[in-house]
């Protein structure tokens, strides 16, 4: 939309060509996310809490989790708005990867709304059914991955790209499209899993975000893909703008979730997020080093799958319980310690992820 406005406004003044800087509308994008998320959560906030929008807590959690009930939920739809109306207003809306992510990530977040709404205002304690969640989650991604396959332009688009190695790439064809499906509904679920203790989903997806932006505006300048030895996916550069609104948003949202958190995101936030970096880890190109960095969230994910065979089949538990954060709260270290540890980890893992940039 600015975009739109430069064009006329430039006419007047050159000056108003900065708008058409693709880093000037990244931190446009950023700032714009921030200010939107810090005003409009105290008000969501104080609505959450009158009509007793509040987060249930397990019998069999951790004690100290008990305080936490009745704390307002679904704040994640704050993330959403102030995603959305960031990258509106900053990115160029002519093109599609801006709609294919924006897409996905808001279709998550209507499954997550539903799965609250049925949870929070209902009083059905499964919210949406297992199933229902999966197939609505798989139609979304499915309709995602036909549509980018239908869709590609260059031949780089489709291919798996292994991070570490300038030569090694390998076309996939319609395994494109498996791949895509598996990364976006498997990052989305991830990080829901994760969405357990005060900003401990909300930093790993804000850092893996912005180093998603670092990817995406070097993959877009066929210059600098050509220095790094990476795939040049013209106009994927502009998925910046939508990471720098992920990045402002979820930093504003920290601001109320950080420990003691006034909000939670719930699914509606969770879903959403986990969709998000996923398929824009899918339109750059950079699947395996998504699960690098987000090697919290796989962590997460792999300590549910190994309980719940491990009780299936041997009726013992690995863990004191999973996810595994509450395997540490059990073990005895205090919330703060457990979300700050996780995010020096997600840290550690980001700029590995990083590295694969000139480590190849």
């Not at 708008?19 to 959450?48: D, E």
Request: hydrophobic share 55%; glycine share 8%.
């Amino acid at each position: 939309m600015l975009l739109l406005l430069a064009d006329y406004l430039s006419n007047i003044d050159s000056g108003f060509r900065v708008l058409h800087y693709l880093t000037f509308r990244a931190i446009l994008g950023v700032l714009t996310a921030l200010v939107i998320s810090l005003l409009i959560g105290p008000v969501m906030i104080k609505k959450l809490t009158r009509n007793k929008i509040g987060q249930s807590v397990r019998d069999d959690g951790p004690q100290s989790h008990f305080s936490k009930s009745g704390t307002p939920t679904m704040g994640g739809a704050m993330i959403l708005f102030a995603v959305a109306i960031s990258t509106l207003l900053c990115a160029d809306l002519s093109n599609r990867y801006i709609w294919v992510v924006l897409i996905v990530t808001l279709a998550h977040g209507v499954i997550g709304f539903v799965d609250d709404y049925r949870k929070v205002l209902l009083g059905n304690s499964d919210g949406l059914s297992a199933k229902a969640k999966y197939f609505w989650q798989s139609v979304v991604a499915l309709g995602a991955a036909l549509y980018l396959y239908n869709t590609a332009q260059v031949a780089a688009e489709t291919q798996l790209i292994f991070p570490f190695f300038k030569n090694i790439t390998l076309e996939m064809g319609w395994g494109y499209v498996v791949l895509t499906y598996f990364v976006i509904v498997g990052s989305s679920n991830a990080v829901n899993l994760t969405d357990g203790l005060d900003g401990l989903a909300i930093m790993p997806t804000v850092m893996i975000a912005a180093a998603l932006a670092i990817f995406a505006y070097l993959s877009g300048h066929s210059n600098f893909a050509q220095y790094l030895q990476i795939p040049h996916l013209p106009k994927s550069g502009e998925l910046m703008v939508f990471c720098a609104a992920l990045v402002g948003s979820g930093l504003g949202f920290l601001w109320f979730n950080a420990y003691p958190a006034m909000v939670f995101m719930g699914d509606v936030g969770a879903l959403a997020l986990g969709a998000a970096l996923g398929v824009v880890a899918v339109l750059v190109r950079q699947e395996v080093v998504l699960v690098i960095m987000g090697g919290i969230f796989v962590m997460e994910t792999i300590s549910v799958i190994i309980q719940v065979a491990s009780y299936k089949t041997r009726k013992k538990r690995v863990f004191l319980m999973a996810p595994i954060h509450h395997h540490f709260e059990l073990k005895g270290w205090p919330e703060p310690r457990v979300i700050v540890r996780f995010w020096i980890i997600s840290v550690v893992l980001v700029l590995i992820g990083l590295s694969t940039l000139k480590l190849r």
